[in-house]
């Protein structure tokens, strides 16, 4: 949305954009796929400095669901889950 940070938001059609609830100490984040119901994926990275820990995302209904907390970089296991949910 032209902003410098990086945190998740999604952009309605014909709307501005919205920026996703995330947890405290979010350093970064990222929305990847939305499904036909609103039901958005991502990543976000949490913590006291770069690069934190990543934490696969499921946002439905305005709330954020915390899918799964790893440090070792498989949050993208977690997001391909939260995806299958979603779907």
């Not at 952009?11 to 939305?34: M, S």
Request: charged fraction near 25%; hydrophobic fraction near 35%; charge should be positive.
């Amino acid at each position: 949305c032209g902003k410098a940070d990086d945190i998740p938001f999604v952009a309605p059609f014909g709307q501005e954009c919205q920026a996703l609830p995330v947890p405290r100490k979010t350093i970064q984040g990222y929305a990847f796929d939305i499904n036909d119901n609103g039901d958005i994926v991502g990543k976000v990275w949490i913590g006291n400095r770069f690069p934190g820990t990543a934490y696969a995302q499921l946002w439905t209904a305005g709330e954020r669901i915390d899918r799964r907390s790893v440090g070792d970089g498989s949050a993208n296991r977690g997001a391909t889950e939260a995806r299958r949910t979603a779907s």
